[in-house]
């Protein structure tokens, strides 16, 4: 490399990575960060440039007419940011555009390139750890801006634009305000919806068996589950077919609960025997090192975390030095790597531990980010977990961790098991027990991986069973029947998602916990979370339904997946973008050229015309409206269905409608509840009865957040709303009990200290007393009705636990004073959650961060990022100026009130004449 007259800048994407690198680089080179995209396409019409505001494509940022080039602006918080790289670029020599070696990385070095049109040799800098050795080496190894990389980022950011938008203006007007569709968003939704149907559809199914425990010779129990009686076979679960609960087989011998506890008492007064002893040895190797999708599975099954929180923490690891990159499809580990993992299961595990040969793990995804390495340790020597702890939030570490021991567990030998099966007959029957003992332990001393489901991970842990051998005599011990009730297939949780996804070539490593960001943005109302499950809206069902319909292509597994391919071909310039746009927006019945052709799928779409046609032909009425059932006896016969409104779901059975209440999922919506429910709504039509001082009609009313009393009819602009209060029900409410209510808030007296009238109210974190602006909660089993003027004079003397309104002390305050203002650096707990601050800024904390964790170097990234985008800056008072504009006002006020008493006088004065 040539030695450079002056600085060098180095442009990366963070202010972390900036700060990382700048210590292996030294004082020739000046490291800056581009902090994200510098350009991209505008948001809305308003951000487009004036001269193109008037064209037919200007709110879409993309001129379809024109070989769907796209239109870049810089976004107007960026515009200060690139102006002072501009000014550093003055200063040098050479340029190194040290972007993430990925399409979104490679594009934005290509929009750098376009945008600081530098006069100086331009350098690509790619590695894929932040360590002196990778940032050396890739100095000596620089190369050109990748097109085909930057052609295929651009291709699916134009493809993601025309169907977002586009189809998203469609929902709104046929589905409702916030709606939304995406590329991969839009199947995200459909695979969670299918899976709710599925449970919808399951028929659950009750079966009996007997679950014994014998003793051994030896005095050992040794647990076994009645199999067979009388040569039938006893069902288990997934005997039973999931959508008539009917078992699969009609041979099967389906006891009842009486038959069952019969047949206990039968057998416990029997002779048993050992039948059967199989034993099956059978080995288990390591899991590949982690790629991006296989990180947030585990993450989310062994740490809880959601996907958007572990690639916030990779990311930090990665800037910090810590990891290799974190967004791949490689399981590959370059030979230093897995030299650095050998040497560490010797010395940490010993020779036995290793496994003989070098393991190497291939991947299955063919596309550009296959260059990378898996995800692992950086450097050439691993660090411990233990060792870095101190420079690591606990986020970080609990993922270091993680990687780590994948890493090291995957050059380790297979663990060796054996299985056992014993079978115990006596009496007619067969019980069967099954055990799982481990002979050497291999890879599992570092790591086990987690499961999706509890119940099989349980399955798979070690299970000895006593040592027992066949014709050997068994005493039955207990023999208890047990009830099973079969299960409807487990909803996705974030892991199960990302694999599903992933096994359908549906998105990329960078794309997934974007996705599912997106599909639980509360905003859309799409997917909701119980636990760690995903739970599909009305809407969502409402949504999918209209694009399968409609647009079925869009949503289909085998086109997306299709399309994913396309894209990755276009990074290995192998196929033409241009081609695939106009196909997929406008149409064409033209030959397709070969690289289109081989795709599964016609891509042929014609989403324009199509749009056009479908505006028309929708009828939403028909798209977010489901059946539930018909109902068979009783006063309504009407079928029910669930109608999705503009603010919510709702039920519908003729002329009779009940809202449906919040959290209630999908799955847990059959005939008897919707009826009930429709019952409970219709006491919403009939007075409960008068409101004895005014007069009015008293209704109990059901909304989205439960019951709540109305006083006066709905069209009276004077009407009364209360909820009602913890623990009462609406169908035990009374007139007395609903006319108590309406007198919320109370006062109940004026408080000695200031002469100021006190209040009882019922509020949204439950019932407080109030008086002027100081407030004090109501202990438990203290009733907003019930609470005298004594009691809450006495609360309001009590000291304020701490609130919204006090002053709380800092979670952390850092020994150094901030480098960019100077003032002191603290961790303090906000409105909404842990933030840092230097007394001009401030940044909220990742969720799930441990503030008293949070490193000095890790707060100072968040305040540069937070202060790069702009806002959330603290606002300074302007006293004299809030002054001078009051002094203003009152004299303007002052004015007017001298001006209509002048008028006024007049007046009189006029009459007074004429009189």
Known sequence: MAKSTGKSLVIVESPAKARTISKFLGSAYQVEASIGHVRDLPEGKKDVPE????????????????????????????????????????DADNLYLATDEDREGEAISWHLYELLNPKVPVHRLVFHEITKEAITDALEKTREIDQALVRAQETRRILDRLYGYDMSQLLWRKVGSGTSAGRVQSVAVRLIVERERERI??????????EA??????????????????????????????????????????????????????????????????????????????????LQQEANRKLGFGAKRTMGAAQKLYENGFITYMRTDSTILSKEAISAARSLVRSVYGDNYLHPDVRVYKGKVKNAQEAHEAIRPAGTNFRTPESIRGELDSDQFRLYDLIWKRTVACQMADAKKQRISVSVEGGGATFTATGTSILFEGFLRAYVEGSDNPEGELADKERILPN???????????????????????????????????????????????????????????????????????????????????????????????????????????????????RFYFGDDG???????????????????????????????????FLIGTPTEGEHREEVFVRVGKYGPFLEQGERKAPLPDGLAPDELDLAKAIELLDAGQIEDEPLGIHEETGKPIYIKIGRFGPYVQLGEADDPEKRNQSLLKGMAAEDLTLEMATQLLLLPRTLGNFPDNDKPIQAFDGRYGPYVKCEKDTRSLPDGVSPLEVTLDEAIKLLREPKRRGRGTPKEPLKVYEKPSPVTEGEMK?????????????????????????????????????????AKGGSKKKKKKKAAKKKATKKKAAKKKATKKKAAKKKATKKKGVKKKA
């Open 51 to 90: 001269k193109y505001r008037d064209q037919p494509w200007a709110y879409l940022g993309v001129n379809v007419d024109e070989g769907f080039a796209p239109l870049y602006i810089v976004p107007a918080e960026k515009k200060k940011h690139v102006s002072k790289l501009k000014a550093a670029l003055k």
């Open 201 to 210: 559809a399951f028929v659950k199914a009750t079966y009996w068996d007997i």
């Open 213 to 294: 425990v014998f003793q051994t010779a030896g005095n050992e129990p040794l647990p076994a589950t009645l199999t067979r009686y009388d040569g039938r076979k006893v069902p288990s679960g997934k005997d039973f077919d999931s959508t008539t609960g009917q078992p699969k087989k009609k041979d099967m011998l389906l006891l009842s609960e009486a038959e069952t506890i019969e047949l206990a008492e039968k057998l416990r007064a029997s002779q048993f025997q050992v039948g059967k002893v199989e034993v099956k040895p059978f080995s288990e190797r390591p899991r590949a090192p982690f790629t991006t999708s296989t």
């Open 468 to 582: 027992v051998a066949e014709n050997d005599a068994l005493t039955p011990e207990t023999m208890d029947p047990k009830s099973h009730t079969t299960q409807p297939p487990a909803r996705f949780t974030e892991a199960s998602l990302t694999r599903t996804l992933e096994e359908k070539g549906i998105g990329r490593p960078s794309t997934f916990a974007s996705i599912i960001g997106t599909i639980t943005d509360e905003r859309r109302n799409y997917i909701g979370k119980k636990g760690n499950a995903l739970v599909p809206s009305w809407r969502a069902f409402s949504v999918t339904r209209l694009m399968e319909e409609h647009f079925g292509t869009l949503v289909d597994y085998q086109f997306t997946a299709d399309m994913e391919d396309f894209l990755d071909s276009i990074s290995r310039d192998e196929g033409g973008s241009e081609e695939y746009l106009r």
């Open 591 to 625: 030959p397709a050229s070969p690289a289109i052709e081989k795709l599964q799928v016609d891509h042929n779409v014609a989403l324009k015309p199509r749009l056009e046609k479908k505006l028309e032909e929708i009828d939403p009425r028909v798209t977010a409206r």
């Open 827 to 867: 961790v303090l707990d906000g409105r909404y959650g842990p933030y840092v601050t230097d007394g001009e800024t401030n940044a909220s904390l990742p969720k799930g961060a441990d503030p008293k964790e949070l490193t000095f170097e890790a707060a100072l990234d968040l305040l540069a990022e937070r202060a």
